[in-house]
């Protein structure tokens, strides 16, 4: 998959799961567990098992150390989720106006999220909100954290004679350093999600077709299609 990994909360784009990176880090490759924190809040729906996942890369040199956790507890027809997830960087280098090496630093980058999801038959309304925080090991730089949320919608096989299901989410960060607002670096976004069960069978091996299609806004006059 294409991503456009800019901007505050773009180390919670990484698939969170084995399974969701290997179906592309797509909006429905995690329906009815913790996963779908990173995706849409409202796949959180469609199930009434408590469930929870961990997970955890190992020491990359390039692309640092990642993990994620996240648990879904089911009340009713609501169920919440609670999630976390961090992306550690070391040996960063850092030069000076005159391409000078000056050293090397790391960065951390932590999330939270919790979400509600509520859901009926076939269809699931999710919200979430997210806290973020990055620091970076430079005496120069001071912390910084953001604040955000999502708006999700899910309709899972609305028409029988069309196994399609349907997904969008809205997401949007506001990031702060110095009481100042960032807003070049807290980009807001929608995304459309599909899922389409494609009917061939291979060996007792169900086939779906998952797709994204996202608009976000990185900067305050450009828009990214992925």
Not at 173 to 192: C, G, I, M, N
Not at 208 to 226: C, H, I, R, W
Request: glycine fraction near 10%; hydrophobic fraction near 40%.
């Amino acid at each position: 998959t294409a991503q456009e990994l800019s901007g505050y909360g773009s180390f919670l784009l990484i698939g969170p799961t084995a399974r969701s990176a290997a179906l592309g880090n797509t909006m429905h490759s995690t329906i009815g567990n913790p996963a779908a924190l990173f995706s849409n809040p409202a796949n959180l729906g469609f199930t009434n098992r408590p469930s929870f996942y961990l997970n955890s890369s190992i020491n990359e040199k390039y692309f640092g150390n990642h993990g994620s956790a996240g648990i879904l507890i089911p009340r009713g027809q609501i169920n919440f989720g609670l999630g976390i997830s961090y992306l550690k960087i070391k040996g960063i280098e850092e030069y000076n106006s005159d391409a000078v090496y000056q050293g090397s630093f790391n960065s951390g980058d932590l999330g939270v999220i919790f979400a509600a999801a509520y859901f009926h038959r076939k269809m699931a309304w999710g919200l979430s909100a997210k806290y973020l925080k990055s620091s970076f090991s430079l005496s120069n730089t001071d912390d910084s954290q953001a604040f955000g949320f999502d708006i999700g919608f899910t309709s899972e096989n609305l028409i029988e004679s069309l196994p399609l299901t349907v997904g969008f989410t809205a997401s949007r960060f506001f990031a702060y350093r110095d009481d100042e607002l960032l807003e070049e670096f807290a980009p807001s976004s929608a995304v459309l999600g599909l899922k389409y069960p494609i009917p061939i069978k291979i060996k007792n091996i169900d086939i779906s077709l998952f797709s994204d299609f996202s608009v976000q806004k990185t900067m305050p006059t450009s828009l990214n299609l992925g």
